[in-house]
């Protein structure tokens, strides 16, 4: 008999970052034990996390490498793959030029695979047309902090909300999405501090809660504006902080004049002495924290949304400290890692513009290239349509399923079979794998070393417990070979060595080493020298990295598809406690898929009443771009006027219905606003 061996790592799901134990027999995981050091988790998992690796060994996992012929794949070996692959991306390259390829990172791989697959896209094919599924989600974070503050990251850290005084939760169904950071605000709410959830749904938390302000979709400047207008109307604001450490204040105080209570209340919905009063209760407090998640980013207007909740924090002073801040929860395990080490289309890791010369210069010398693509690559988001039009012919595509994850499918997939080659490398056939015309079986977490940075910014270890199925590599080995093959020489003892060379090139990552995160369960950037304990907030004392933290005048701008006649509900979506994106884990775990396995609408009774909906029947339910049929939950959890349906299933995807509209600057879509009607689309 052999022995059961513990192998500490870090979730794979959202990112929270929990450290567990895979026990491991005979080559096979058999269970999993929750870290009781880990900072975050403390002996704790969510059901995603005690069921973490049941996939990894799923019959269904991709074993060899597939070429789609006569549109049937057929098993491959590697050096055919990688041969066909190489021939298209290069030819592709010579004939169309760099920017007809596009690569999409993923924020379910390490660290080192995404600081690889940006220097496949920059170094080897000369583009920067490289992005990842952060588009999807904290785009407006990243642009949006990163403007105000210098730094587009969750402030503090998620054990600081224990001492909180009050918490401001608003587009973060934390409980369900981020359970133990919800866990720990619950603790908060126990132990004392004053919650203020805004959110159009009664979500747990709000059972915590001294206020639930139930804004409509898509107004939050206005409330936000609303809050600001009564605390500088009182004198609440901080007056100090203000005049010492930031600029741009005499402009947001002409801007919010005009956003009385009562104004507001006729934008949001939300009754004007509740909104004052919360925003007294915010203000009074000097440790006051702001929560917030894809309610607030996924908007047209996200950008603007993000720099509001800035403003709110400048504005009392609550920023800077233990306990305060603005935290935007990252939602998958390392989609705050896939944006720090570069997998996007403006920066290098550690957010180095492209555009600047002097940052070129630096890559080339690390990197041992010349001519490094000086212009701005196309966001996740825009490919699709540049697909359509011919612009973007080959398209790479590592650990993403946008067939499901991207808003209005269809559109989506007349762009992907607009393509002459799309690759896919992925541990599963997904619903975007099964349009590839080469897929290359990759790893799961649990079967290799690396990284993954959570969303308080701790960069973590993830260690290899078992092997790959069958032919299946590891990410960074298959772009290692592609680059070779393409005439880079692109080779690395293993993922210890690229992160060494990723904390050379990052200044914020400069001071970690595998030794170090061996310790202390990781290190919090930005941690610049060896010396550095990491940093558990940022700014402290008011100095920003950008200099002064700057507020924004922001008017408030409705969401682009209002319900009219034709479409008279607003349609939201999310996430649930069950599921994950995709689904593609998800679903191929008993548990999880158990509890959940099919998608539904959540309707008012009033709602439902008006709409002849049956508690539990399947209706159809139609936007401009197309009808899904799903189960209706007729509940007092949505108000009336709205109605949720969760994303995560291909079968019923909520995104055949929402609108690819964007925010201007961060090309975020609008995936929370969008007008629907109960029934089918009968021309
Ligand atoms: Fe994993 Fe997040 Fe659950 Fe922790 S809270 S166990 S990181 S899914």
């Not at 944006?339 to 080339?364: M, T």
């Not at 997939?413 to 794998?433: M, Y």
């Amino acid at each position: 008999m052999s022995e059961v061996k513990q192998v500490l790592t870090t979730c794979s799901y959202c990112g929270c970052g929990c450290g567990f134990y895979l026990k491991v027999k005979d080559g096979e995981i058999i269970g999993i034990t929750p870290s009781q050091k880990h900072p975050v988790s403390q002996s704790s998992l969510c059901v995603k996390g005690w069921n973490g690796a049941e996939f990894v060994q799923h019959p269904d996992r991709l074993t060899d490498p597939l070429i789609k012929e006569n549109g049937k794949f057929r098993k491959a070996s590697w050096d055919e793959a990688l041969s066909l692959l190489v021939k298209k991306f290069s030819q592709q390259a010579k004939e169309g030029g760099p920017d007809s390829l596009a690569f999409f990172g993923s924020a379910k791989c390490s660290n080192e695979e995404n600081y690889l697959i940006m220097k496949l896209a920059r170094a080897v094919f000369k583009t920067n047309n490289v992005d990842h599924c952060a588009r999807l989600c904290h785009a407006s974070t990243v642009a949006g902090l990163a403007a105000v503050f210098g730094s587009g990251a969750m402030t503090n850290s998620i054990d600081e909300f224990l001492d909180c005084e009050v918490i401001l939760i608003t587009g973060s169904n934390t409980t369900e999405q981020h359970p133990l950071i919800g866990s720990r605000i619950i603790k908060a709410a126990k132990a004392g501090a004053t919650l203020i959830v805004v959110d159009p749904r009664k979500i747990q938390l709000t059972k915590f809660a001294k206020f639930h302000l139930k804004q409509n979709c898509g107004t939050d400047v206005a409330w936000m504006n609303g809050m600001m207008r009564v605390i500088i109307k009182e004198g609440l604001e901080d007056k100090e902080f203000i005049k010492n450490n930031t600029e741009g204040y005499e402009e947001l105080k002409k801007t919010v004049e005009k956003y009385t209570p009562e104004y507001v209340e006729k934008i949001t919905g939300i009754p004007a002495e509740e909104l004052a009063a919360a925003a007294r209760v915010f203000a009074r407090s000097r440790k006051s924290s702001i929560v917030y998640s894809m309610g607030i980013t996924q908007h047209t207007t996200g950008v603007d949304n993000v720099k509001s909740t800035a403003n709110l924090a400048m504005l009392t002073g609550n920023i800077g400290r233990p306990s305060t801040g603005v935290n935007p929860l990252r939602g998958q395990n390392n989609v705050q890692g896939a944006c720090d080490v570069g997998a996007l289309p403006n920066v290098y890791s550690g957010y180095q513009a492209v555009i600047d010369p002097k940052n070129r210069e630096k890559f080339e010398k690390a990197w041992g290239v010349s001519g490094l693509p000086d212009k701005i690559g196309v966001p996740v988001t825009m490919v699709p349509q540049l697909a359509i039009e011919g612009k973007i012919k080959a398209l790479y595509i590592m650990g993403e399923n946008p067939m499901v994850s991207e808003p209005n499918t269809a559109h989506v997939e007349k762009g992907l079979n607009a393509l002459d080659f799309l690759v896919v490398q992925d541990i599963f056939l997904t619903e975007t794998a099964a349009l590839a015309d080469v897929v290359l079986p990759a790893t799961s977490f649990a079967e290799k070393d690396g990284t993954f940075t959570s969303t308080e910014r701790r960069v973590e270890r993830i260690r290899k417990a078992v092997k790959a199925p069958g032919q299946a590599r590891e990410d960074w080995q298959i772009i290692c070979e592609i680059a070779t093959r393409a005439g880079y020489k692109m080779e690395y003892a293993s993922a210890q060595a690229i992160f060494t060379e990723l904390a050379q090139v990052t200044p914020s990552y400069h001071g970690m080493s595998y030794e170090r995160l061996e310790k202390d369960f990781g290190l919090q950037w930005p941690c610049p020298n060896l010396d550095h304990p990491g940093t558990k907030y940022l700014h402290k004392d008011g100095k920003f990295t950008r200099g002064k933290g700057l507020f924004s005048a922001i008017e408030y701008k409705p969401p682009v598809e209002m319900p009219d006649e034709e479409y008279p509900l607003v349609l939201t979506t999310g996430r649930q406690y069950f599921h994950y994106h995709t689904r593609t884990m998800t679903k191929r775990t008993s548990t999880l898929e158990r509890e959940t396995p099919e998608c539904y609408i959540e309707i008012n009774p009033l709602d439902a009443k008006k709409y002849h909906v049956r508690k539990e029947s399947l209706i159809a339910v139609s936007s401009r771009r197309g009808t899904i049929t799903v189960r209706a939950k007729v509940s007092e959890i949505i108000k009336a006027g709205t109605v949720f349906i969760p994303f995560h299933f291909a079968e019923a995807a909520a995104n055949r219905l929402t609108i690819d509209a964007f925010d201007p600057v961060a090309k975020i879509p609008e995936f929370k606003v969008c007008a629907v009607k109960i029934g089918g689309n009968n021309k």
